[in-house]
């Protein structure tokens, strides 16, 4: 199973408002990433983490803030987001080190920033 | 710092022939991992093939092949028999090997393969 989950698939939000965003991997690995995609772009790289730790911060804005409660799960909070946040967020997780490297990725969040 | 080039930005080919998507790269780094990544419409990142540097074998995956020249730092891939299922964006990646396997992708811009019925 390569399956990597990400809710909700669709979020509205308003430059106020908080909201989260989940993702979810049940193949025990123990690296998970956020990238942000705008359309007709690459995905951009945004967090890392190993081993439930934050490795990696791409110079994000702090209006968006990484968690990571276990090993499965990993959350992306938002808070005063500004509409070219707007984008697609995905999700990724790969085994963290040893003989795969690859990155699964989940379907991704759409974000809309009004 | 890595970057990865596809000079391609969109290619087109008949169905059931082959077509070859361009990669070049640049890397300080002697051990990393190539990928390409397919996206469909519905924007699911989809891992077609990968390749590892220390590896002179090119994988192959199906109808999914590679190219992958370590001197020249080029990655290119072929898709034979072209399917209607194969039309989305494609992406070429990079990870270096080196820091625990927790390092992000560094990906080229895409190339957009649109299959000709």
Same mark, same amino acid.
């Given at each position: ?62 209006? =968006? ?39 699964? =990725? ?9 | ?62 109808? =999914? ?9 080029? =990655? ?42």
């Amino acid at each position: 199973d390569t399956e990597v989950t990400q809710t909700p698939k669709h979020l509205v939000m308003g430059m106020t408002n908080k909201k989260s965003l989940k993702c979810e991997q049940h193949m025990g690995h123990r690296a998970m990433y956020w990238y942000k995609q705008k359309a007709k772009k690459p995905p951009e790289l945004m967090f890392v983490y190993s081993y439930e730790k934050l490795s990696i911060n791409e110079s994000v804005p702090s209006r =968006f803030s990484p968690e990571c409660p276990n090993s499965s799960l990993l959350n992306l909070h938002l808070h005063a987001l500004q509409p070219e946040d707007s984008a697609l967020y995905l999700c990724a997780s790969s085994q963290g080190h040893g003989v795969s490297y690859e990155q699964y =990725f989940g379907p991704g969040t759409r974000l809309t920033v009004t | 710092a890595q970057t990865v080039t596809q000079s391609q930005p969109e290619m087109s080919v008949q169905e059931a022939e082959t077509v070859t998507l361009s990669c070049t790269y640049d890397t300080s780094e002697s051990d990393y991992y190539l990928f390409w990544y397919k996206q469909p419409p519905s924007r699911q990142m989809i891992l077609v093939i990968r390749q590892e540097a220390y590896k002179q074998q090119n994988a192959t995956e199906n109808r =999914f092949s590679v190219n992958f020249q370590k001197a020249a730092k080029s =990655f290119s891939l072929k898709i034979s028999d072209s399917q209607l299922g194969d039309a989305a964006m494609y992406f070429c990646a990079y990870r270096r090997k080196a820091g625990g396997g927790a390092d992000g992708l560094t990906f080229g811009k895409g190339t957009h393969l649109i299959i000709q019925p």
